[in-house]
């Protein structure tokens, strides 16, 4: 007796297209962040503008997860390269509120980049990854909140105004991302699952 061994689905067209437009997204986002961490630390060498040595840092290992990103992508390893990508750019957000909490004592509203790297999770691995990025940003967003509150010398009064007004519109703003990057993930795999269903459909005719 032989026994029967069932071969994974191939990935229909519709699918393949679908990771070869993410990959092609995921190749813009890591140029653009070559591009722009390029800029940056060529801008903060300049002596009329300078820079701050956690800056450089922050920057400089942004540029090379993006430069590995890139080279995953091409590899053909969309999610490890996405998932590179986007934690190496919310650690940098990260970092650079941090700097501004401890150099100039302002926690400013780069804070609010934490939102689009939920929205780029979901075009770049799909919807059921935006409320895990949330959730990360959420602590990140938390964890700056808390530091703000050990290191600022200001009142209470003044930590509400300043700090948790603009940490909790952003955690929201992250969830409210992942909201909308699961609805529209959702209905074009939707769209996408009819439309692969009507094709076999179709071939079943055909072949009929």
Known sequence: MTEETSLPPEPTLEAQEELERRSRLLQVMTISGIVVCTAFLLLMMLPFIGG????YLIFSVLLCCCAVSAFLNQKGHLRPAGYLFLFALS???LGVV?????????????????????LAAGMILGSRATFGFATVNAVLIA??????????????????AEVLAVAIPA???????ALVAWLYGNSLEGALLRVTEQSQQLQKANLE
């Open 143 to 160: 964890i700056l909140a808390l530091v703000a509150y050990v290191v600022l010398p200001i009142d209470t009064d003044t930590y509400v």
């Open 52 to 55: 701050w040595w956690p800056n």
């Open 91 to 93: 650690l940098s957000i």
């Open 98 to 118: 941090l700097g501004g909490i401890f150099k100039s004592q302002l926690v400013g509203f780069v804070i609010y980049y934490f939102p689009l790297t939920v």
């Open 171 to 177: 955690l929201i703003l992250c969830y409210l991302m």
